[in-house]
């Protein structure tokens, strides 16, 4: 009896997968199995908090609003104080699971200058914007300053389960929410601050990265992307064991697996990094999602356009070679 429900399980978990998917339909399924979410950013306003000049650059802090709504998006633009030229390249940077945006921007978790920058994030933004681009940095919601005040006074490390499981109720994601919303961010950034709207990158890590990750799939003006913690397969990862329930999108197998959808993205610019202890994402995985994606940018005559980056770490940023990957990849001219 058990054998047989393991064998329907392991059923359950394979995708359905139709190979004459295009990339179109690849964009148009998984944006409406996220939830449909607008990603128009054209009714906005803002409001600037704070500026602070540090050593190689400048960090300021803003409010931005959209559509009408009272739900406030705090973000950090981080500036390069001596740039290459007038016009940089523009990089999003997105956190994962911690203690919000103040994690990957140089501050600790009161807000405070970080000096060590020791932790799983390694504050990547900060590295990014001394590599010469102009990075923006989003809070995103149920973590941060932007959790629930229920999770806050419960002393919770987040709020994505409520807020997850709202959006389920409603037939939508909070990855889809978050997403869309982060396009928003990405696309007021572009128009707005003074960077290269030919040359926009994208890096995010774990829950991060998944936003960075399906953004680029649905918006085609990204140019490079960088994913670390994030890419595998669904069946050795979410599925093989107990994950944030904003990690699963329902419907999400009858278009692929995850290398099948980020497969999408070629032949622009890819780069994955990953630890060999991952425990969340294991390596054998990761393998089998670069192997798959080298023969995708392979057979499409862009094998340089993919890259991949294993370091002997665990759950947690590198960067070794990411920094400079995606600076090289976005200063071409």
């Not at 409406?32 to 906005?44: A, V």
């Not at 005040?149 to 419960?154: Q, R």
């Not at 995010?204 to 998944?210: E, T, V």
């Not at 670069?290 to 002997?312: C, P």
Request: with cysteine.
């Amino acid at each position: 009896m058990l054998d047989s429900l393991d064998r329907f399980y392991q059923q359950v978990c394979e995708t359905t997968l139709r190979e004459t998917f295009s990339k179109k339909e690849i964009r148009t399924n998984l944006h409406m199995l996220l939830g449909n979410f607008s990603h128009d950013f054209s009714h906005h306003r803002v409001k600037k908090i704070e500026e602070v000049a540090l050593a190689d650059y400048k960090r300021e802090k803003f409010l931005l609003w959209f559509d009408n709504e009272p739900l406030a998006v705090p973000v950090y633009i981080l500036t390069p104080k001596k740039p290459k030229r007038e016009m940089v390249p523009g990089v999003m940077a997105l956190h994962g699971h911690g203690y919000g945006v103040c994690e990957i921007v140089g501050l600790t978790r009161v807000g405070k200058e970080d000096e060590l920058f020791n932790g799983s994030h390694r504050h990547f933004a900060v590295s990014l914007v001394k590599q010469g681009m102009k990075v923006i940095a989003p809070e995103i919601i149920g973590y941060g300053e932007r959790m629930l005040t229920i999770d806050k006074k419960g002393d919770k490390k987040n709020s994505c389960y409520k807020l997850a499981t709202a959006f389920l109720m409603k037939g939508q994601t909070l990855a889809g929410y978050r997403i869309a919303e982060t396009a928003k961010v990405m696309r007021w950034f572009s128009a707005h601050y003074q960077v290269d709207e030919r040359q926009l990158g994208i890096m995010g890590f774990s829950g991060g990265a998944l936003i960075a990750g399906y953004l680029a799939v649905i918006e085609s003006y990204i140019k490079a992307t960088v994913l670390t913690g994030f890419t595998n397969t669904f069946k050795q990862s979410i599925l093989a064991r107990e994950h944030c329930l904003d990690n699963y999108i329902p419907g999400i197998l009858t278009i692929g697996e995850l290398p099948k959808l980020l497969a999408a993205l070629c032949p622009r610019y890819l780069h994955v990094e990953a630890g060999r202890k991952d425990h969340l994402f294991p390596e054998k995985g990761v393998k089998g999602a670069v192997s798959y994606l080298t023969q995708i940018y392979e057979k499409e005559r862009v094998g340089n356009n993919f890259t991949s980056h294993f370091f002997d770490g665990g759950h947690e940023v590198c960067g070794e070679k990411a920094f400079t990957w995606l600076s090289d990849v976005l200063m071409r001219e």
